[in-house]
């Protein structure tokens, strides 16, 4: 799992809300996905879903 938008360099930590990745685990943040790349990743050609937040248990 990236912990960084691949296009924006934004901070995407496992509890983030924005981080969006793509079928094949392409990540960026929502802000690129719905502004830049129009819901369809630049590297595979797919479509976006919201990541699921990880809890971290320690
Ligand atoms: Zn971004
Ligand atoms: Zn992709």
Request: hydrophobic share 25%.
């Amino acid at each position: 799992m990236r912990p960084v938008c691949e296009h924006c360099n934004k901070a995407l930590p496992n509890d983030s809300g924005e981080a969006m990745i793509c079928a094949y685990d392409c990540t960026f943040c929502r802000t690129c996905v719905e502004t830049i790349l129009k819901n369809k990743c630049p590297n595979c050609g797919g479509t976006f879903e919201k990541r699921p937040v990880k809890k971290t248990t320690s």
